[in-house]
C-alpha cells in the first residue's frame, strides 16, 4: 500500500512540475507578443468620434471645439482601479499644459465621490454608452486619452504623458 501511494505522490509531483513550467512559459510569451498596456480605446493616430456635451459645470464639449491639445481620463463609478487612479489624474490635469477633461460612466455607482475625487477638473458625467465615451471607443476603465490637433496621440490604462 505504501509503494503505491509512494508512487503517486511521486507522479502528482512531476504533473505539477510539468504544469507550473508550463504556465510560465505561457506566460513569458503573452508578455513578448503584447505591447505592455491593453487597447481600451480607439487607438492612436485616428480621430476620435464625433460628440457633443455639456461638463457638470455647463461648460460645453465637442469634439470639433476641443483645444490643441487634451487629456482625457474615462472611470467608471463601479471600478475599484478608477477610484485609485483619480489623485493621479487630477495631478497629470493640474500639470497638463492643455485642457483636461474627466468622464466618468454613471453605471450603478455612487457620482459624488468621484467628483470630489477629481477637484477643479472639469468632469462630463454620463450614462454607459455616453457620447463621449462611445466617440473614443472606450471599452474598459480606467482608460486615459491625450488628443492632439484632434487626433488621438496615446492612450492606455496609466496617464499618457506627452512627449
Request: glycine share 12%; net charge neutral.
Amino acid at each position: 500500500m505504501t509503494t503505491a501511494l509512494l508512487i503517486a505522490v511521486v507522479l502528482l509531483a512531476v504533473l505539477t512540475i510539468f504544469n507550473l513550467i508550463l504556465v510560465l512559459g505561457l506566460i513569458r510569451r503573452q508578455r513578448s507578443l503584447g505591447t505592455g498596456q491593453p487597447m481600451l480605446t480607439t487607438p492612436a493616430g485616428r480621430r476620435p468620434g464625433d460628440f457633443e456635451t455639456s461638463t457638470v459645470d455647463g461648460r460645453g464639449l465637442s469634439r470639433d471645439g476641443l483645444p490643441g491639445t487634451a487629456l482625457f481620463g474615462f472611470f467608471s463609478t463601479t471600478c475599484p482601479a478608477c477610484h485609485d487612479r483619480l489623485g493621479d489624474f487630477r495631478e497629470a490635469a493640474a500639470r497638463h499644459s492643455g485642457a483636461a477633461y474627466a468622464v466618468v460612466v454613471r453605471d450603478g455607482g455612487a457620482v459624488e465621490p468621484m467628483l470630489a475625487g477629481l477637484g477643479d477638473t472639469p468632469v462630463v458625467v454620463e450614462d454607459p454608452d455616453g457620447p463621449v465615451a462611445s466617440a473614443f471607443g472606450v471599452q474598459g476603465f480606467p482608460a486615459f486619452v491625450l488628443v492632439r490637433a484632434g487626433v488621438i496621440e496615446s492612450s492606455g490604462v496609466r496617464v499618457p504623458v506627452p512627449a
